[in-house]
């Protein structure tokens, strides 16, 4: 790891002014940011680091009314064992309770684990070795390399600081993202409250929507049908450390109305809109269910190497949807 500085933020205006200053990183749980420092990621090494983890009243979780708060500094742990969070989403404490292991749950935050940076090999070498376009490079490199884990529903385009227009083909595999979309979840930031399904993106060294100096505050689920009768199964190849290769969020409301999104899929959480109008109005049925995971990966364009993730979002979908229409 190389030198830098660092400050502990005493307030949300300290951090936000330290933060709009080039080559300035933030750190709450360290669990994305440390292993990025240590293996050399960057193509810029950072100058600053600004702990935000030092900032008071960021780690609340509270019912007001029907809003279900949970501050960016949340630890997934806190999360997954929180009461509330039990009785009012608990497929966010499912979540939370998967993701990464036992240990790393303690420190790790939620603010963390929906800001995380790419994990894609060729973004994460060790050194810099790729200066892919996610880091202002020229171009993806798992496009035509190795893609078994990469994104079956396109690219995600946007324009770099010369305003040139990249691709990438990383997927989004926080566990909670798809969740807090299904579920109509808010992030309030320093300056604006986003919806959940539109706070992530793709960028240089970014996966969401955050400005420069922008800090998620604040996660807003509405308690509803929907957050508590939701669903959430993710797909591993060890049950922990590991992140989802692929994730499914199935979710009802009162009026039957179905919410389908698939994480590790796509650059962001994609909203599989096709099975959803499948199941819409209707009792969920065998049949049915299956019929809505075909559905959901209408419009995929896999590469060779990860087609098979078709098959696990088809099987995914459909079972998450018998289990949802038989509690």
Same mark, same amino acid.
């Given at each position: ?52 983890? &030092? ?184 049950? &922990? ?87």
């Amino acid at each position: 790891m190389r030198a830098f500085n660092h400050i502990n933020a005493k307030s949300l205006d300290e951090a936000t002014a330290l933060l709009k200053k080039d080559g300035s990183v933030a750190i709450a749980g360290g669990g994305d940011l440390l292993g990025a420092l240590k293996d050399d990621i960057f193509p810029d090494y950072p100058k600053l680091v600004v702990n935000i983890k &030092s900032i008071p009243e960021l780690d609340n979780i509270v019912l007001d009314g029907n809003i279900l708060k949970i501050g960016t500094l949340v630890t997934l742990a806190d999360a997954a064992r929180n009461p509330l969070v039990i009785e009012s989403a608990k497929a966010v404490s499912d979540a939370a309770g998967a993701a990464s292991s036992p240990t790393l749950r303690e420190t790790t935050t939620i603010g963390g684990n929906v800001c995380q940076l790419p994990r894609c090999w060729y973004f994460r070498k060790l050194g810099n070795r790729f200066n892919c376009a996610r880091k202002g490079g020229e171009r993806c490199f798992a496009i035509s390399g190795d893609n078994r884990y990469h994104s079956v529903f396109g690219t995600g385009v946007f324009k770099t600081d010369s305003n040139t227009n990249r691709g990438c083909i990383a997927v989004n595999q926080s566990d909670l993202a798809p969740i807090l979309a299904a579920m109509g979840a808010e992030f309030v930031t320093t300056e604006r409250t986003i919806k959940a399904a539109d706070f992530f993106g793709v960028g240089v060294l970014s996966a969401t929507v955050l400005n420069m100096g922008e800090l998620l505050i604040e996660i807003r689920i509405p308690v509803s049908e929907v957050s508590k009768n939701c669903r959430y199964k993710r797909f591993a190849f060890r049950k &922990s450390i590991d992140f989802p290769v692929l994730s499914v969020t199935v979710a009802v409301d009162a009026d039957k109305s179905y919410r389908v999104v698939i994480g590790g899929a796509a650059p962001t959480p994609y909203i599989a809109v096709k099975a959803e109008e499948v199941v819409k109005g209707k009792n969920i049925t065998d049949e049915l269910a299956q019929e809505a995971g075909i559905a959901a990966i209408n419009g995929a364009k896999p590469y060779k190497e990860n087609e098979y993730k078709l098959q696990i979002i088809k099987t995914l979908v459909k079972r998450e949807l018998i289990a949802l229409g038989s509690n």
